[in-house]
């Protein structure tokens, strides 16, 4: 189970804040798709409550931008339509910004 794997919001933790999580979250939307939906390593644990929300904050920012600003732990953009992946891959990117 994520949430006893993971105990504390990441977003929050990304931050950092100490903050419980209270909902696991879907990092990339499953849209219906059961591989993604299952998939353990799609998940993280967010808050959904006062002060921070962070799990409503999140969709609400990706429906307003239409794409994810969340950064993965290796400090890129999980969200292949975040524009800072421009063409996807990354790796071009990654050679301008070393
Ligand atoms: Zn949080």
């Known amino acids: 189970m994520r949430l006893a794997a993971e105990p504390l919001c990441r977003m929050c933790g990304a931050e950092g804040r100490i903050t419980p999580a209270t909902v696991v979250d879907h990092i990339v939307r499953h849209n219906g798709s059961e591989a993604l939906f299952f998939d353990y390593e799609n998940t993280q644990s967010l ?52």
């Open 47 to 98: 808050c959904d409550a006062a002060p921070w929300r962070c799990h409503s904050s999140r969709k609400q920012s990706i429906e307003r931008r239409g794409f994810d600003t969340t950064i993965g732990v290796d400090g890129w953009p999980l969200d292949a339509r975040h524009p800072g992946l421009s063409g996807g891959g990354g790796s071009a990117f990654r050679v301008d910004r070393a």
